[in-house]
């Protein structure tokens, strides 16, 4: 059984930083994509940043040139670096993985759970 565990939100100030962070961990054969999305109440979810297996990245235009995302394959880890944080960021953020299983060879996308980030004015 594959899971993916986040963690690093918090509550912080319009301005600061913060640092996500998100483990796969079970059966795996290998990782492709990795990523990280958002749902803020009432809207739908939708993706932040994105980091292929060879380190091809994408962002959203509401969050380049502030957030990083990065990934540790030796470590199945993947990262998001906030900074410069809006209030307009406030959302729980979601861990997303496309991995292949061990056994079935297929590949399968998986989702933690979740970690709340929630930003003062």
């Known amino acids: 059984q594959v899971q993916l565990v986040e963690s690093g939100g918090g509550l912080v100030q319009a301005g600061g930083s913060l640092r996500l962070s998100c483990v796969a961990s079970?059966?795996?054969?290998?990782?492709?994509?990795m990523g990280w999305y958002r749902q803020a109440p009432g809207n739908q979810r939708e993706l932040v940043a994105s980091i292929t297996s060879g380190g091809k990245t994408t962002y959203a235009e509401s969050v380049k040139g502030r957030f990083t995302v990065s990934r540790d394959n030796t470590k199945n880890m993947v990262y998001l670096q906030m900074n410069s944080l809006e209030p307009e960021d406030t959302a729980v953020y979601y861990c997303?993985?496309?991995?292949?299983?061990?056994?079935?060879?297929?590949?399968?996308?998986?989702w933690g759970q979740g970690t709340q980030v929630a930003v003062s004015s």
């Open positions: 079970g059966s795996m054969f290998s990782i492709d994509t």
């Open positions: 997303n993985a496309k991995i292949q299983g061990a056994y079935s060879g297929t590949y399968v996308y998986y």
